[in-house]
């Protein structure tokens, strides 16, 4: 079976497509890492929504931008995750989200503009938290209505791409693509997370996946965040045996997340990052990156890999992903 995407029927070519036009010199691209982790780290405190500090701090998030575009990135997406009024409701701003939006696209879109390299802007819309009825109180229309409001905000601020991500409920990617096309025609990419038994908490395979959004004339589709980076290569390669002409996203978090204490870590260090970029890049992924957990750090060492300016590191737990560091052998080799 094989399944391809076709731009000529989506509303969203009429605008340039920097991205495509960037993966006609690049034949990978490699994406930024988490926004969260970095921003906790600037001081966020537990709790508090990320997208606020788009005007409490605009500066803290345009420098964790500027160091993933140091580190080698080509497209940054930006601090707008959360900044459907569903989310943001939940913080008494859901009267700010063209605002909201806008400043998280404008801080996205000054950073990329500084370097003389070409950087995309991906407008980051994540799930609304909500469930569709009967099984909750979200109605279609009010999906579409919500996630129209933050792409308005998102496109006037100058991003060049939306970036659906996160996903577990094909209706509202749907309804985030229907939103979007409401009120802009820019290309438009989307990701599902796989994290339960290879399938999104809502039961959909990386198959149905495929078949689903491949309708939709999405500039690019894939996998982001979940349970590591094994089970995104799962989720590539499956979607590139089936349509290997199809543009995959594939941006894992860094390893397996496990508490220590109050703080929430993750086990990838940049070498594992690195050896899940060479072999989701050989699986036929063309949008690599990072996510939870992930750093300038890691994405670093993912560029040097793409590069071919360092070894690939493998590593290889002796049971799982979550051994201990001191228990994994290490082993370089060269990229072919």
């Not at 701090?57 to 930006?78: D, F, S």
């Not at 802007?121 to 109605?139: D, Y």
């Not at 890999?305 to 992903?321: F, I, K, Q, Y």
Request: aromatic fraction near 4%; glycine fraction near 10%.
């Amino acid at each position: 079976m094989r399944i391809g995407l076709f731009p000529q029927f989506c509303p969203s070519y009429k605008t340039m497509n920097k991205l495509r036009e960037l993966l006609q010199s690049n034949e990978t691209i490699l994406l930024d890492g988490a926004m969260g982790t970095m921003l906790m780290d600037a001081g966020l405190e537990q709790g508090a929504p990320p997208e606020s500090w788009n005007l409490l701090y605009p500066e803290r998030v345009q420098n964790v931008h500027a160091q993933y575009i140091e580190a080698g990135t080509r497209l940054i997406v930006t601090n707008s995750f959360g900044g459907t009024r569903f989310r943001l409701k939940l913080h008494k701003m859901e009267d700010r989200v063209v605002e909201v939006n806008r400043a998280a696209a404008q801080i996205g879109r000054a950073a990329a503009d500084a370097v003389a390299d070409t950087v995309i802007v991906a407008g980051s819309m994540g799930p609304t938290g909500e469930l569709f009825v009967p099984m909750g109180e979200m109605t279609v229309e009010d999906a579409e209505a919500a996630f129209a409001e933050q792409a308005k905000g998102l496109a006037e601020g100058g991003v060049d791409v939306l970036w659906i991500e996160t996903m577990s409920d094909l209706k509202e990617v749907k309804a985030a693509v229907a939103g979007a096309r409401s009120v802009t025609d820019l290309p438009i990419a989307a990701s599902m997370t796989f994290d339960t038994h290879g399938h999104t908490m809502m039961g959909v395979s990386p198959t149905e996946a495929l078949e689903e959004l491949s309708q939709l004339g999405l500039t690019a589709l894939g996998a982001n965040c979940g349970n590591g980076p094994a089970e995104i290569k799962a989720v590539i390669d499956t979607m590139h045996t089936l349509s290997p002409d199809t543009i995959l996203i594939a941006k894992a978090n860094a390893g397996i997340p496990k508490w220590e204490g109050d703080e929430l870590t993750y086990d990838g260090t940049p070498d594992v990052m690195g050896l899940y970029t060479d072999q989701v890049r050989g699986l036929g992924a063309q949008l690599i990156g990072g996510c939870c957990g992930s750093t300038p750090d890691h994405i670093r060492a993912m560029r040097l890999v793409l590069d071919g300016a360092d070894p690939v590191v493998e590593v290889m737990p002796e049971t799982a992903v979550t051994e201990p560091k001191a228990k994994r052998q290490r082993k370089r080799r060269r990229r072919r």
